[in-house]
T-cell receptor, first 113, second 112 residues
């Protein structure tokens, strides 16, 4: 059984650029959620995908978008990067029903300069 | 609007003693609560959870207590070990919901 893996682990981008982060879900999990963790804060929910459809979204602007693929892997895309987008981006996979423990990847550290 | 609060940014405990980490929530609709542990450069690791129909759940050295009337939960670690030093996040959710709402975390340092 493989865990949740994210790529890349670190990334530096320039303000205004676009970025794509990737996540492979834990085997058997059909739900993937993305979280943003700013320095000194807890993770904040960005959105969730269940069976390739968006299933809820947090308080993030539309330039944050995502995809889930038939194998349940996922991408997070951020357009028009801003300095405040610098954070740790975490992917979590789970079984949606019930929404019990979610298993997290190691995260992607994004720095926008 | 911070629905889950961990008011202690840090806690220092001697090895072998009890560590008590606290968490408060404001949304009475939350019915499932989780604790995660996070080491530097790693993602959060699930530790223990509790449903709102219970007031206590134990797993080895870890026990979570839930006081629904006070909207308060706590994580007890007994005995504390140096390897427990990490950031601990409390999270709340609806059991059939779609997101975890996290507190800001408490840094636990266990001194040997």
């Amino acid at each position: 059984e493989t865990g949740v893996t994210q790529s890349p682990t670190h990334l530096i981008k320039t303000r205004g650029q676009q970025v794509t982060l990737r996540c492979s879900s834990q085997s058997g999990h059909n739900t993937v959620s993305w979280y943003q963790q700013a320095l000194g804060q807890g993770p904040q929910f960005i959105f969730q995908y269940y069976r390739e459809e968006e299933n809820g979204r947090g308080n993030f602007p539309p330039r944050f978008s995502g995809l889930q693929f038939p194998n349940y892997s996922s991408e997070l895309n951020v357009n028009a990067l801003e300095l405040d987008d610098s954070a740790l981006y975490l992917c979590a996979s789970s079984l949606q029903r019930p929404n019990t423990e979610a298993f997290f990847g190691q995260g992607t550290r994004l720095t926008v300069v | 609007d911070q629905q889950v609060k961990q008011n202690s940014p840090s806690l220092s405990v001697q090895e072998g003693r009890i560590s008590i980490l606290n968490c408060d929530y404001t949304n009475s609709m939350f019915d499932y609560f989780l604790w995660y542990k996070k080491y530097p450069a790693e993602g959060p690791t699930f530790l223990i959870s509790i449903s709102s129909i219970k007031d206590k759940n134990e797993d080895g050295r870890f026990t979570v207590f839930l006081n629904k009337s006070a909207k308060h939960l706590s994580l007890h670690i007994v005995p504390s070990q140096p390897g427990d030093s990490a950031v601990y996040f409390c999270a709340a959710t609806l059991e059939y919901g779609n997101k975890l709402v996290f507190g800001a975390g408490t840094i636990l340092r266990v001194k040997s």
